[in-house]
């Protein structure tokens, strides 16, 4: 079964950036039946769907409004994981952050990173 | 963006009872609708999808129902290991979009 592994720092200073990578087994991240998203919660936002990469032919990406001019997915076909980079934090991005297996739906989620943006 | 809301934000009931969570979305879904389960330190666990089709293992005390923008999730017969909070979401649009959960507690 679909298994995915969050790796990634708890802790990020205002104004930096944050780096998570999800590694994959059990699914390529080139599937054509599969994207690839990264969902954060907070109790002041919620459940709040960051964005996805998927691929059909090329790559495609998709980014929510919120953090659009801030946000990267990436996929890495070479370690068949996918990373996020948020850049320019504020504390208001203090969140846990999961990577999640699915087309528009969640099917698999990873362990969740729970990452604080304090100085 | 479409706006999802749910209630009751707490419902609080016995083992062995019936639970009826609804879920509203700000304008048409189709049947496009998706139940979370989530308990305390886990990531949410798919339900539902599709309004109405469970997901892989998930047991027959579940059922999902609606369209357009009122939904509801049952759970006939509560378990021990049903209470929990459950999301509701939405992928008609993009961006994809949660409800605010509600809580269903031991009463």
């Known amino acids: 079964q679909v298994q995915l592994q969050q790796s990634g720092p708890g802790l990020v200073k205002p104004s930096q950036t944050l780096s998570l990578t999800c590694a994959i087994s059990g699914d390529s991240v080139s599937s054509n039946s599969a994207a690839w998203n990264w969902i954060r919660q907070s109790p002041s936002r919620g459940l709040e769907w960051l964005g996805r990469?998927?691929?059909?032919?090329?790559?495609?990406?998709d980014y929510a409004v919120s953090v659009k001019s801030r946000i990267t997915i990436k996929p890495d076909t070479s370690k068949n994981e996918f990373s996020l980079q948020l850049n320019f934090l504020t504390p208001e991005d203090t969140a846990v952050y999961y990577c999640?297996?699915?087309?528009?739906?969640?099917?698999?989620w990873g362990q969740g990173t729970r990452v604080t943006v304090s100085s | 963006e479409i706006v999802m809301t749910q209630s009751p934000a707490t419902l609080s009931l016995s083992p062995g009872e019936r639970a009826t969570l609804s879920c509203r979305a700000s304008?048409?879904?189709?049947?496009?609708l998706a139940w979370y389960q989530q308990k305390p330190g886990q990531a949410p666990r798919l339900l539902i999808y599709?309004?109405?089709t469970r997901a892989t293992g998930i047991p027959a005390r579940f059922s999902g129902s609606g369209s357009g923008t009122e939904f509801t999730l049952t759970i006939t017969s509560l378990q021990s290991e049903d209470f929990a909070v459950y999301y509701c979401q939405q992928y008609n649009d993009w961006p994809l979009t949660f409800g605010p959960g509600t809580n269903v507690d031991i009463k």
């Open positions: 599709g309004a109405s």
């Open positions: 990469t998927y691929y059909k032919s090329k790559w495609y990406n």
């Open positions: 999640a297996r699915g087309l528009a739906v969640a099917e698999n």
């Open positions: 304008q048409s879904v189709t049947s496009y």
